[in-house]
């Protein structure tokens, strides 16, 4: 798993071979097609380990009384975990994947706890908008912000300073106007 997530993260996917994957890894072929049924088998594999891995830290995030500081939260477990797993982003967005968050996300999705949070910022009027569109434009901005970190574009204080700026500015953009001032943060941990 650990060969084949680093050649899907820095190969062109379909440059990667079944027998280049067993090399990598001391094996056999016939040990991958045992496995994982082949290279879409492992893919899959590796996707799945993605995504339970960013469940599994989104939904670690302690919940709180005000829903925008658990977004503001649920944004910095997710820039942490692209960056403490580079190959595992990158193989899990680094092509063209879609994203639709919707009401109906499954029980280890892990868009789920930030739709939660959207939900709640929405019923308790602080932003106001579809949850799906909210959603997308901050994954949008958590993406862009991930992988230009991740291909060295971001780093030290530019990297920190971006990251709060343009997190505010997507919330402030969905705030309501009596929410509007108060999305602004000047937290150094995030």
């Given at each position: 798993m650990a060969c084949a997530t680093e050649m899907f993260a820095t190969r062109?996917?379909?440059?990667?071979?079944?027998?280049?994957?067993?090399?990598?890894?001391?094996?056999?072929?016939?040990?991958?097609?045992?496995?994982?049924q082949g290279k879409e088998?492992?893919?899959?594999?590796?996707?799945?380990?993605?995504?339970?891995?960013?469940?599994?830290?989104?939904?670690?995030?302690?919940?709180?009384?005000?829903a925008l500081e658990d977004?503001?939260?649920?944004?910095a477990a997710y820039r942490h975990w692209g960056?403490?797993?580079?190959h595992l982003y990158t193989v899990l967005f680094g092509g063209a994947q879609s994203f639709v968050p919707s009401a109906r996300v499954g029980d280890?999705?892990?868009?789920?706890?930030?739709?939660?949070?959207?939900?709640?910022?929405?019923?308790g009027h602080i932003l106001v908008g579809d949850t799906t569109l909210i959603a997308v434009s901050l994954w949008v901005a958590l993406h862009g912000?991930?992988?230009?970190?991740?291909?060295?574009?971001?780093?030290?204080?530019?990297?920190?300073t971006a990251f709060r700026s343009t997190i505010d500015a997507v919330l402030r953009g969905w705030a309501t106007p009596a929410a509007f001032s108060g999305i602004r943060r000047t937290d150094p941990a995030l």
């Amino acid at each position: 798993m650990a060969c084949a997530t680093e050649m899907f993260a820095t190969r062109p996917q379909e440059s990667v071979t079944v027998r280049a994957l067993a090399a990598a890894a001391g094996t056999s072929t016939a040990a991958v097609y045992t496995l994982f049924q082949g290279k879409e088998g492992l893919i899959r594999e590796v996707r799945d380990q993605a995504v339970a891995g960013l469940f599994r830290d989104l939904t670690a995030v302690p919940g709180s009384e005000s829903a925008l500081e658990d977004l503001y939260a649920l944004a910095a477990a997710y820039r942490h975990w692209g960056r403490e797993h580079r190959h595992l982003y990158t193989v899990l967005f680094g092509g063209a994947q879609s994203f639709v968050p919707s009401a109906r996300v499954g029980d280890r999705d892990p868009v789920r706890p930030l739709v939660a949070a959207i939900d709640r910022a929405v019923a308790g009027h602080i932003l106001v908008g579809d949850t799906t569109l909210i959603a997308v434009s901050l994954w949008v901005a958590l993406h862009g912000l991930v992988t230009l970190e991740l291909a060295g574009g971001l780093d030290g204080a530019a990297a920190e300073t971006a990251f709060r700026s343009t997190i505010d500015a997507v919330l402030r953009g969905w705030a309501t106007p009596a929410a509007f001032s108060g999305i602004r943060r000047t937290d150094p941990a995030l």
